[in-house]
């Protein structure tokens, strides 16, 4: 899951978002910003609630109790 997540926010953020508001007049640095800023938020959300999330399985008791 690690991997698709890296590779969906390579191709959104870096690439669609920065270069996409480059080639729409935007500064090329202004452009990367708002790219790193949609980055930040892609990876938060991605890893926390996909790769890294708490499943709880049928068969899983659990942590052991004390």
């Known amino acids: 899951m690690y991997t698709a997540a890296a590779v969906v926010n390579y ?4 690439l669609a978002v920065g270069t996409g508001l480059a080639a729409l007049g935007v500064d090329y640095r202004l452009a990367r910003v708002a790219g790193a800023c949609g980055e930040i938020g892609f990876m938060y959300t991605a890893l926390r609630w996909v790769v890294f999330r708490d499943v709880q399985r049928p068969d899983d ?3 052991p109790a004390g």
């Open 11 to 14: 191709l959104v953020c870096i």
């Open 61 to 63: 008791p659990g942590p």
